[in-house]
């Protein structure tokens, strides 16, 4: 017996096979994609600016927030996509950091990009691999095998995506670049893939009862050993200058450019020779019941905000609509008293709660938090 995605029945619902301008054959799997993006779209299952996204058909809640800082345009851009690929229990969410003097169009071109390239990639693998058919294999090896076949999907995507990031005629992305932390929620399955310095957080329930965070990525800095080793093996240099203590940068050999605080982003080819790659760090977690929600964020969240403290601001919100903004502005509010007389980064945050409700071992802790402030007061 044959169990084919629904992603595949869409594809064939969607587009036929179209003839190039050389007379070959498109790709018809990512124009597949991209007319459902569209749909997506079309059919409010997809933001891509502050909101929240909710399908009634699954458990999932998305909310959106994105503010601009003091350093000009937002460079900022965050999407989330429920029912993804056409599947009702999957759900895409990308946030994505640009930098440089085209940072927010690249940032825009690559979350335009990641979710259709990705999709085409992972029904290519589906095919490649037979994980269509039914297998007679234990559930763990199921899921490693569902892994993998993410895995190879989103490094064949981000690959391609710097490419054409590099090739294309519109974008000067020489000296600008962005980052990207992605999410893919199948079932109770989750992967995440990351490049740069954005942040994924889990917040999960302990034996106690608390929520507590569950950092689900690395911050890609320069200074990370590994990171460091592969820069300056490719001649690339790292250190920080002395108004900037503990800031560390990626240099060229020769000059002061382009000092950037990261060691992976999409573009910035002025050091792609140096070191700096757009390989994601793709991880997974299945998703149990003490499993609450996730933040995605970037790093001007991070930058004041502590794990926890935004575990406990996205939890205690009285309104899961208005979570994610909630964490911004709270992060707003730090910066302006821990970061005095610095520019204010932009912030952008999305938080995915995986159920309808918190757990009852969650807000019974609450209550009796809230009573026992009472009692003080």
Not at 242 to 268: C, H, I, K
Request: aromatic share 6%; hydrophobic share 35%; proline share 3%.
């Amino acid at each position: 017996m044959v169990l084919i995605p629904s992603f595949l029945d869409g594809l064939a619902r969607t587009v036929s096979i179209k003839k190039g301008r050389n007379g070959g054959q498109t790709d018809v799997g990512r124009e597949a994609a991209e007319t459902m993006a569209k749909d997506a779209k079309k059919n409010e299952l997809m933001r891509s600016s502050s909101g929240t996204v909710k399908s009634i058909k699954s458990s999932n809640f998305a909310s959106v927030c994105s503010k601009r800082g003091q350093k000009g345009i937002n460079q900022d851009s965050a999407v989330v996509w429920e029912e993804f690929g056409c599947q009702e229990d999957m759900i895409f969410c990308g946030i994505f950091d640009g930098h440089g003097p085209w940072g927010h169009v690249v940032a825009k071109r690559v979350r335009e990009s990641v979710p259709p390239s990705l999709l085409c990639h992972w029904q290519k693998n589906l095919a490649l691999t037979s994980l269509g058919q039914e297998l007679d294999t234990e559930v763990l090896n199921r899921s490693i095998h569902q892994f993998d076949v993410w895995k190879q999907s989103y490094l064949k995507t981000y690959a391609d995506i710097d490419l054409e990031l590099k090739q294309h005629p519109g974008i000067d992305s020489f000296r600008s670049g962005t980052t990207a932390l992605t999410i893919i929620k199948q079932g109770e399955h989750l992967v995440i893939a990351n490049v740069g310095d954005c942040r994924a957080v889990l917040a999960t329930t302990s034996d106690d009862g608390n929520l507590v965070p569950l950092q689900l990525t690395v911050d890609f800095k320069p200074n990370i050993p590994e990171e460091a080793e592969r820069i300056t093996q490719s001649k690339g240099r790292v250190f920080c200058l002395g108004d900037e203590p503990g800031v560390y940068r990626v240099w060229m050999p020769n000059g002061n450019t382009p000092g950037l605080a990261l060691s992976r982003a999409f573009g910035d080819y002025c050091v792609k020779e140096f070191g700096l790659i757009s390989v994601p760090d793709v991880t997974q977690r299945n998703i149990t019941s003490k499993d609450q929600f996730v933040i995605l964020a970037t790093d001007g969240v991070w930058d004041v905000v502590s794990n926890r403290e935004a575990v406990e601001i996205v939890s205690s919100a009285e309104d899961r609509e208005k979570s994610a903004k909630r964490l911004v502005q709270c992060a707003i509010r730090a910066w302006k008293y821990k970061k005095r007389g610095i520019a204010m980064d932009d912030m952008s945050a999305i938080c995915l709660f995986f159920h309808p409700t918190l757990s009852r071992e969650v807000n019974l802790v609450k209550a009796s938090k809230k009573a026992g402030m009472k009692k003080l007061a």
